[in-house]
């Protein structure tokens, strides 16, 4: 099992523990300059995200709007941009959390996007629904409302002239807790790699209130269990999902679950099929 974790750690490109806080920051600083290149490599000065309220998107947040910041400065070109979007289905359950990450990012542009009204159209036009089972029906629409998030920033970007920053990182793409083609598409992953506690650690460093670092982790997808924790769907927590992919001794039951979602989710992580 030690062979599997390290393999899916290396496929993973799994960054190693930060040794001490200037570790930290010297990863820091190599992300933001990815961001960067990223746009000055696509001739572009906008940058794009969807901000759920999660520690993810404050993260990556927090590193985008660097960037923008030091691209101005050093540029003198006030046409770099990041704009931060809301996508509430209705009215988020916690909207509170998701206000208060936008506030702290401080974004240069703040937009909002009520994804209901197209996600509800789109579901009473597939009669494919009609006499299916309540909850795969909601399963299926809380994908729907993942990719009509990702349609709206596109959408945002392209009219804009800009980039989408997608937040998926080594936890996350382990399990393939990701809608595919849905939150699961963007132009560029600055949290690639990254485990949650490092994802974590990176928002204290920006100074970010503790209560949204700490927040539990949702999708918040299904209407049928509003709010349900990305670890109630995992069967395991993060903690371990980290410390198997820091090589750390885990329980058998725990690896062997990573490793069969792992394996699971692999279409996930591929581009499509072809012949």
């Not at 820091?28 to 746009?39: E, G």
């Not at 909207?95 to 509800?120: C, L, M, Q, W, Y």
Request: glycine fraction near 8%.
């Amino acid at each position: 099992m030690q062979d599997v974790q390290r393999e899916i750690a290396r496929q993973l490109n799994v960054q190693p523990p930060f040794a001490d806080d200037g570790a930290l920051q010297a990863e820091v600083s190599r992300r933001v300059q990815f961001i960067k290149d990223c746009l000055n490599n696509a001739r572009l000065k906008v940058l794009v995200l969807g901000i759920s309220g999660g520690v993810d998107s404050l993260t990556a947040g927090l590193m985008a709007q660097r960037a923008i910041r030091e691209l101005r400065e050093s540029t003198g070109d006030d046409a770099y941009t990041f704009i931060a979007v809301r996508l509430p289905y209705h009215i988020q359950h916690d909207e509170h959390e998701a206000t208060a990450s936008v506030d702290f990012i401080n974004p240069d542009e703040r937009h909002t996007v009520d994804i209901a009204p197209s996600v509800k159209g789109l579901v009473d036009q597939i009669k494919a629904f009609e006499g299916q089972a309540a909850s795969a029906v909601d399963f299926v629409k809380g994908n729907i409302k993942a990719r009509a998030r990702m349609v709206a920033q596109y959408a945002i970007a392209g009219v804009k002239g800009g980039l989408v920053i997608g937040t998926d990182h080594a936890a996350e793409a382990v399990m393939g807790f990701y809608t595919k083609f849905g939150d699961g598409a963007c132009d560029l992953a600055p949290l690639s790699g990254l485990v949650k506690n490092q994802v974590r650690a990176i928002a204290r460093s920006f100074g970010a209130p503790q209560n949204l670092v700490e927040k539990v982790p949702t999708a918040d997808l299904e209407e049928l269990v509003p709010g349900k924790p990305d670890e109630a769907a995992h069967g395991i927590s993060y903690a371990e999902i980290d410390a198997f992919l820091h090589g750390e001794p885990v329980k058998q039951e725990t690896a062997e679950i990573i490793v069969s979602t792992y394996r699971k989710t692999q279409h996930k992580r591929d581009l499509p099929y072809a012949p």
